[in-house]
């Protein structure tokens, strides 16, 4: 929200010389947020000139400028830059005569750009100074000639200050209005909050209005067969009308320059008197020419499937939520949004009705976010317009009709209302400090809720309080105690520090998530911050289950992102954006969105992660809202079990992301390019951070390389009549290609998704610790011949196994399968270290472990020593 100094200062006193700034700091103190400060940018000599006499002269290239005699300082006076009284000026503009008074800009002015003015030699002239139009000015965006004052109603004399004249020397402050603080979308509402600010006395335009019943009744049906929230769509309704209006009247030029301050740009009068009072009282308003009316206004909802055409020229389809104000033609407005373009104010509009009314905000804010057209209108109805202003807004616009127009005030018109008094809140003694845990008086509570508007009442030393209807925020007692400690001061509020309570930590989660963050940064991975919503696609191709490449057979083939099945997925009731409305199931998604951001500027090397939650819901499960238990007690174990069945799954996961390449070119070493051993690099990294032991094995998901994915599982020990089993806890690798390029990324991606939470379970135990070994090591290597299908990892636990303790690591350093080897087979080498705890082993101590191996290689998968 804009708000113009020269605005503020009409409904507060503000002391001279009080600063932009000044007005921030003013209403930061009572928790507004400052933005920004806007300025006209312009600086003078800018004088009011009057033409004396032009020539016309073709150019070469078949363009006519105008050679004119600018008077810009009465009789012989000096004019404002110290030259003469009157200026050659070179202009190509030709909507002006002789005698018109003009806008000039004298050397040494600057103009919004920066774009600085001086005498200069063009056409063959030397031009002293620039005659401006509105758009270089910075009043608006017309740039079809020059401004002439007698199109704004003005008539100055020749030398006049025309920056003091046009309202150029006023200023704004820009202030974020949250959503809970709508009153603050007007300048009546800021000039409420800057008198709490600074105790300056504060008079309420509202109240300065007379507001006339009318006569006649304007037909007005509120039909609405389809409430949201049991509550009607429209609650107040009210319609003036003005007949005779002069469609030729200029808009003033103090209001014109007060819309542009505020972010607005000139239609024409009409349309601008119904803007001025919406950012004047807060209260939105929409003029319609009376004459293009079909009978009265029918507030309905929308049918399915019918058709509307606003302002905008855009023929919308509509929604039965969406809510509509009709006629006998059929609909002429998207109600809180924009108007309809069949009965629009034009230069022929000559009697007006005004409607300003108070639609649901929950049913505004779903239309304007349907039709993707927010509006000054809708962002003031989504947080709420105070009801009992609607009528006063119209009266303003009346008047202001009637004052700059020439129209005058009919006696037609309607006073819908079905609103009712604010509910009463009771406010027990003592409350507010015990809430706040700072000591207020009585009179500083009732003082500080009679300034914002409450009505009090005290019985038997109990305060019963009414909020004001420009409040809707104020619902019970804990806002407002809110609401009194801000008005006393949140200077006043200590800052104390809790003291942690002695023998606590960071619990064991805790510390495995940062060990987790810490050891991928170490390591050079960069984390990122995506958001939680995605589209149902992503979800059925990221969130599939990875499944064991053995397991899955003849299936290797049918793998891919196109064959993904639908997942179980969560979707947000009133989605942020309309592409993008479910919750994620997998982390994938998102980070690749930011990895091609990052690659379309530039970055072309990426290696990100993130931790955070995603949401699984079990298929079959119907997971219900859940109730929260009345009352500030905690609820009981059948009631914290029920509200927990309620929700979604939700584990924690971390996903990494690697493109380009993992080492950069260097003098005398190539790059080396990214792929799936990167992916798995990332994944030991984080079983080292956590001390659990991650197996892999081929797997097959839908948005990976069949022949390039991992599934990653840990070894989960048994009960005492169970045998240890392994639990799949993510996927590792590269993505398919073709879902590379959905990201606009290269064909090669590699990443990886760990389930946290199942791993910190594991975790969660004391770790072992291998005691180093000091005695020498034997090695030696061992070749065995195996059928090709037979997984590497596999092989090496069975001859780890069958080694026994004396074997202290074994590595695969070859995968043969050249010359010498059948169809279907492979060579695989593993190098072995042995070594003994208290003393030096034989050669034939490491011998024999190692046949132990072999044998128990052969057992299970047939393996034959390579000759």
Not at 131 to 151: C, T, V, Y
Not at 513 to 519: M, S
Not at 584 to 613: C, F, K, W
Request: with cysteine.
């Amino acid at each position: 929200m804009r708000v113009p100094l020269s605005w503020l200062g009409e409904y507060v006193d503000l002391e001279p010389g009080t600063t932009p700034e000044d007005v921030h700091a003013a209403l930061v103190s009572v928790g507004l947020e400052e933005e920004d400060i806007h300025r006209f940018e312009v600086s003078g000599p800018i004088v009011v000139g009057e033409v004396l006499e032009f020539v016309g002269e073709e150019q070469t290239n078949g363009k006519t400028i105008n050679w004119c005699q600018v008077r810009v300082a009465p009789g012989d006076e000096l004019a404002a830059d110290g030259g003469p009284a009157v200026h050659g000026i070179i202009c190509g503009a030709h909507n002006f005569a002789v005698g018109d008074k003009v806008v000039v800009t004298l050397p040494g002015a600057s103009l919004p750009g920066p774009f600085p003015i001086a005498a200069r030699k063009t056409y063959g002239h030397v031009s002293d100074g620039m005659i401006a139009s509105a758009r270089e000015l910075g009043l608006g965006d017309e740039h079809d000639g020059i401004l002439l004052l007698k199109n704004l109603g003005i008539d100055a004399p020749v030398g006049t200050d025309a920056i003091a004249l046009l309202g150029l020397d006023d200023s704004a402050v820009e202030i974020n209005v949250t959503p809970d603080r709508g009153y603050a979308f007007s300048i009546r509402g800021v000039a409420r909050e800057y008198s709490h600010a600074t105790g300056v006395p504060f008079r309420d335009p509202a109240l300065a209005l007379t507001v006339v019943t009318p006569v006649t009744r304007f037909p007005v049906t509120i039909d609405d067969r389809a409430p949201i929230r049991d509550r009607t769509g429209a609650s107040v309704f009210v319609t003036r009308v003005v007949r005779g209006v002069d469609p030729t009247r200029p808009t003033p030029a103090w209001m014109i320059a007060r819309l542009g301050l505020v972010g607005i740009r000139s239609i024409s009068l009409i349309v601008d008197v119904t803007n001025y009072v919406m950012f004047e009282l807060g209260q939105p308003l929409h003029g319609y020419d009376l004459d293009k009316l079909a009978g009265g206004i029918v507030v309905r909802r929308a049918v399915a499937g019918e058709k509307f055409t606003t302002l905008d020229a855009v023929s919308r389809t509509l929604s039965v939520e969406d809510l509509l104000i009709t006629d006998e033609s059929g609909p002429i407005g998207l109600a809180g949004v924009m108007g309809g373009a069949n009965t629009e104010i034009s230069s022929t509009t000559v009697n007006v009705l005004v409607e300003a009314a108070n639609f649901d905000p929950v049913s505004i804010a779903r239309s304007a976010r349907r039709h993707k057209l927010p509006s000054e209108a809708s962002k003031r109805f989504e947080r709420g317009v105070d009801p009992r202003v609607a009528a006063v807004a119209a009266a303003r616009v009346v008047q202001l009709l009637v004052d700059l127009a020439g129209g005058v005030a009919d006696d037609l018109g309607s006073d819908y209302d079905e609103t009712t008094a604010p509910a009463a809140i009771v406010l027990p003694t003592g409350f507010v400090s015990g809430l706040i845990g700072l000591n207020y008086t009585g009179d500083e509570v009732r003082d500080s809720l009679v300034e914002i508007g409450c009505s009090l009442e005290d019985i038997g030393g109990v305060l019963q309080v009414t909020p004001p209807t420009w409040r809707p925020d104020l619902t019970d007692k804990w806002t407002l105690g809110e609401e009194i400690a801000r008005i006393v001061g949140y200077d006043r509020i200590p800052s104390v520090l809790p003291v942690a309570p002695p023998g606590r930590g960071l619990t064991r989660t805790q510390t495995l998530r940062r060990t987790v963050a810490q050891t991928l940064a170490a390591t050079g991975h960069t984390e990122v911050l995506t958001y939680p919503f995605v589209s149902e696609q992503a979800n059925n191709v990221f969130g599939a289950a990875v499944v064991t490449a053995a397991d899955a057979g003849a299936g290797v083939a049918a793998v891919g992102a196109a064959s993904a099945v639908p997942v179980a997925q969560v979707k947000v009731a009133n989605p942020l954006d309309g592409e993008s409305p479910f919750l994620r199931t997998s982390m994938l998604p998102g980070m690749l969105q930011i990895a091609h951001r990052n690659r379309s500027r530039g970055l072309v090397d990426v290696a990100i992660y993130e931790q955070g939650l995603v949401f699984r819901p079990e298929a079959g499960v119907t997971y219900g809202t859940p109730v929260l238990p009345a009352g500030a007690a905690r609820p009981s174990a059948e009631a914290e079990a029920a509200l927990n069945a309620g929700i979604v799954p939700q584990p924690l996961l971390v996903g990494i992301v690697l493109v380009g390449n993992d080492v950069r070119h260097q003098p005398g070493l190539p790059a080396v390019a990214t792929g799936w051993q990167s992916a798995l690099s990332a994944v030991q990294q984080v079983a080292l951070a956590t001390g659990v032991r991650i197996s892999v094995r081929q797997g097959l998901h839908p948005a990976m390389h069949p022949g390039r994915t991992a599934e990653l599982f840990v070894t989960v020990p048994g009960a005492a009549t169970s045998a240890a089993r392994t639990v799949s806890v993510g996927f590792a690798g590269e993505l398919l290609p073709a879902v590379a390029d959905d990201y606009d990324l290269p064909a090669v991606v590699a990443v990886a998704e760990i389930n946290l939470a199942l791993l910190f379970v594991q975790a969660e135990g004391e770790l072992t610790v291998t005691p180093i070994r000091t005695m020498p090591a034997a090695t030696q290597d061992l070749s065995l011949v195996v059928a090709a299908a037979v997984p590497a990892a596999a092989l090496r636990a069975a001859v780890a196994e069958g080694a026994g303790d004396l074997l202290e690591s074994i590595e695969l350093v070859d995968d043969y399968r050249g010359a010498g080897m059948e169809s279907g087979q492979k060579s695989l080498t593993f190098a072995l270290r042995f070594r003994g705890e208290e003393r030096t082993l034989t050669a034939a101590e490491a011998s024999a472990a190692r046949l132990a191996g072999v044998d128990l290689a052969a057992q299970r998968f047939g393996a034959t020593l390579r000759e």
